[in-house]
């Protein structure tokens, strides 16, 4: 796809370089005081509404393993971001506009394998990180929840990637508040008022990671430029997926 329209300058290349990188800077340092809030409000809600098991069940070996999956996909799609921020600041508005689709595409094939695979693999997974037998089929419940909707945790990270790699790294900041506030609340209902257990916890994780996604594909569907999002023009670009893999690996 070839796009004639222009692509949105942000500003970080321009004016005083020290004060668009503070600008740029603190919305990433708040958006992660944000996410160690979401963990440990998490943690602390649940700990206090279901006892030291249910804590340890989320926590732990759970948290390990949840990580060592996600972690590696996340690398891969750092990959992703690097390119469309190369071909932003080189103003290519096909390149930009088929990068982004190219990032999306890796998303939805890498978020379908992670969650098919961290479903079947959970249990193994707690073996090799020590479970306690105690806790294991709490944690093994969370994580086979965690893991089947964990296309969504991937498709909103990299949703957010996009965003951050064009300059734009407030509204990633304001999609993680929504997500965090969204957690809290949804804990509140599931594992309090529902009684849903350490079901409900791995439910409200899913579910606010959802609502941030949703926010971030509107925003980037109501875009007038390159950057617009269009779900027909997802798929695979075949050079920008090979240089993906080169970069986001080693990551």
Request: aromatic letters at 12%; a positive charge.
């Amino acid at each position: 796809m070839t796009t004639s329209r222009a692509i949105a300058d942000h500003g970080i290349t321009e004016g005083v370089i020290w004060k668009q990188i503070l600008k740029f800077f603190f919305p990433i340092l708040l958006g992660t005081l944000f996410q160690t809030l979401y963990n440990t409000a998490d943690a602390i809600i649940v700990g206090k509404l279901l006892g030291k098991e249910a804590l340890a069940a989320v926590g732990g070996g759970t948290a390990t393993a949840i990580n060592l999956v996600i972690g590696f996909f996340t690398g891969v799609a750092s990959g992703a971001t690097v390119i469309i921020s190369h071909y932003y600041g080189a103003r290519n508005e096909d390149l930009v506009h088929k990068s982004i689709h190219n990032a999306w595409a890796i998303a939805i094939w890498g978020g379908l394998i992670i969650s098919v695979v961290g479903y079947f693999t959970s249990d193994p997974l707690l073996i090799v990180t020590k479970t306690p037998e105690d806790i294991f089929p709490l944690a093994s419940q969370y994580m086979h929840i965690y893991f089947a909707g964990s296309i969504i945790v991937v498709m909103y990270n990299i949703g957010a990637g996009i965003f951050r790699a064009f300059g734009d790294s407030k509204r990633p900041l304001y999609f993680l508040i929504v997500g965090c506030l969204s957690n809290i609340a949804l804990d509140f209902l599931f594992v309090g008022a529902f009684r849903m257990g350490v079901a409900g916890a791995a439910y409200a994780t899913v579910l606010a990671q959802l609502i941030s996604l949703v926010m971030v594909m509107v925003s980037l569907k109501r875009r007038d430029d390159a950057c617009k999002l269009v779900f027909r023009d997802i798929k695979f670009n075949r050079i920008m997926l090979k240089k993906t893999l080169v970069i986001g690996l080693p990551a």
